[in-house]
């Protein structure tokens, strides 16, 4: 628990470090309102905590497992690197888009609102039904399924 916890705080502030750096000494730079750089902050607050915190708990599920819970597999572990890195990719936008508010609201008034546009954006990602992409964790129930009885000789 602490290493997942450590490894969160570090993941915020390396996407702190990231976001900066891409508003000053990128292609983004001319894009970033001065009054605009910290809602890209705040994004890479959010994207690095993201990151730090399930890349480590997507690895551990690889090697441990539980009576309760199995390992994870490779592929699923693909499948969830995957999704955290398009849902990384997603906040990054966010950022970049409500830091153009920048361009006319001043700054405080502009973190405030990032805060809550880059806080609540992963709402609807939330409401997206994904079971029906087969993006949820049955397909690994179903695979698991599919290989304890595969070796029996029961029907199904």
């Given at each position: 628990?602490?290493?997942?916890?450590?490894?969160?705080?570090?993941?915020?502030?390396?996407?702190?470090?990231?976001?900066?750096?891409?508003?000053?000494?990128?292609?983004?730079?001319?894009?970033?309102?001065?009054?605009?750089?910290?809602?890209?902050?705040?994004?890479?607050?959010?994207?690095?905590?993201?990151?730090?915190?399930?890349?480590?708990?997507?690895?551990?599920?690889?090697?441990r497992g539980t009576s309760k819970t199995t390992r994870l597999r490779p592929p699923e572990a693909w499948l969830k690197l995957l999704g955290l890195l398009v849902f990384d990719v997603y906040l990054l936008v966010v950022a970049v888009v409500v830091s153009q508010l920048g361009w006319a609201l001043p700054e405080g008034l502009t973190r405030l609102i990032s805060v809550f546009a880059i806080g609540f954006s992963w709402i609807p990602l939330a409401v997206i039904p994904w079971e029906k992409f087969w993006l949820t964790s049955n397909i690994g129930k179903q695979f698991t399924r599919r290989s304890k009885t595969h070796g029996s000789h029961e029907p199904d």
């Open positions: 628990m602490t290493f997942v916890l450590v490894a969160m705080v570090l993941g915020g502030f390396a996407g702190v470090a990231l976001t900066e750096r891409l508003a000053d000494a990128s292609f983004l730079s001319a894009v970033i309102p001065e009054d605009g750089r910290g809602s890209l902050v705040i994004g890479g607050i959010g994207l690095g905590a993201l990151t730090g915190i399930l890349l480590p708990l997507i690895l551990l599920g690889l090697f």
